[in-house]
């Protein structure tokens, strides 16, 4: 199995924790996480619970998004990689979604976070 299929198959439940000690830890609350997911998402906090409850995996949860049009403003390296050149569109998402998340727990503004320029 490559790393597309094992970042697709993952669910997003088990990241979800990750993701909140890791902002928490620098400072950060799991609202503004929530409030990043939903920019991304377009997922009310409601329903990022319910997919949590759920234990979707990454690729139903990027299925059932519908992606911010600025998704494409993120920009940078993650992971090792450049995340405007990943080319499964998957991964590329989840790497969105991991450059949020470093960029709320690097102390980055929010209004930058969000690509709202």
């Not at 799991?30 to 619970?49: A, D, H, P, Y």
């Not at 949860?61 to 992971?79: E, K, R, S, V, Y």
Request: aromatic share 8%; glycine share 4%; net charge neutral.
């Amino acid at each position: 199995m490559n790393s597309d299929e094992r970042i697709a198959k993952m669910t997003f439940s088990s990241v979800y924790p990750h993701y909140v000690t890791k902002v928490e830890k620098k400072g950060r609350s799991e609202e503004e996480l929530l409030e990043v997911i939903t920019w991304l998402t377009n997922f009310s906090k409601e329903k990022i619970q319910s997919l949590i409850h759920e234990k979707v995996s990454f690729h139903d949860f990027f299925d059932q998004a519908d992606l911010n049009t600025n998704a494409h403003l993120i920009t940078g390296l993650i992971c090792g990689y450049r995340v405007e050149q990943i080319e499964n569109p998957l991964t590329q998402k989840v790497r969105y979604l991991d450059k949020l998340v470093d960029e709320l727990a690097k102390g980055k503004k929010m209004e930058k976070i969000l690509r709202t320029a």
